[in-house]
């Protein structure tokens, strides 16, 4: 993780949570795939609004954050354990039916982003479902705020997953949003499934 893009999360916790948009209309799509119950790690977890729906729905979730105080926050709102993680943390083998990962994969610096898709690859069950978002682009750098993104082409992601792993692609699309700093930026959307 790149540790600007962190310290800005640590210092900026309240008013990233406070700011925070409703849940993700993908969520839905997501958790479809996934067996009733399902045990779901989801990475960034930020103010926990999609772990809020999750547990709603009564799926087995380990909400994780890199920033504790984010992890606080996000632990105070749902009355659930939100762990302060870093995604070179993650550990686990073919523990979960499903990540899901919104909007923060996007901060991992290009040259270990394919280590922490292989950390994922492994901590997911065989036919696990992964959902990632990512900024589109060509070069990485930094936004008005200083936060690190990676900003991909889809070619240069697809090649990162393979690279990974063995995934069967269940969907790739894109979005248009309005970044923390009010900046607009296409967003790539993918939902895959571990071989």
Not at 10 to 21: L, V
Not at 59 to 79: K, N, Q, Y
Not at 92 to 115: F, I, N, R
Request: charged share 20%; hydrophobic share 45%; net charge negative.
């Amino acid at each position: 993780m790149d540790e600007r893009t962190l310290q800005f999360y640590r210092s900026n916790a309240q008013s990233y949570a406070d700011w925070a948009k409703a849940p993700s209309t993908r969520l839905r799509g997501f958790l479809a795939l996934l067996p009733l119950g399902a045990s779901v790690l989801e990475l960034g977890c930020g103010a926990g609004n999609h772990s809020a729906v999750m547990l709603e729905a009564g799926f087995a979730v380990r909400a994780t954050d890199g920033s504790p105080e984010m992890a606080a926050i996000a632990a105070r709102r749902l009355g659930h354990p939100v762990e302060a993680m870093l995604f070179d943390e993650l550990n686990a083998q073919k523990t979960y039916d499903g990540v899901w990962a919104s909007a923060c994969l996007l901060h991992v610096p290009k040259e270990e982003l394919a280590e922490i898709l292989t950390r994922i690859h492994r901590a997911l069950k065989t036919g696990g479902v992964f959902y990632a978002s990512f900024k589109a682009g060509n070069s990485d750098g930094r936004d008005s705020l200083g936060r690190y993104y990676n900003s991909v082409s889809a070619e240069w992601l697809r090649a990162a997953y393979a690279a990974a792993g063995s995934w069967q692609t269940i969907s790739f699309d894109t979005s248009e949003i309005k970044s923390f700093d009010e900046t607009p930026a296409t967003l790539l959307h993918l939902v895959m499934r571990k071989d």
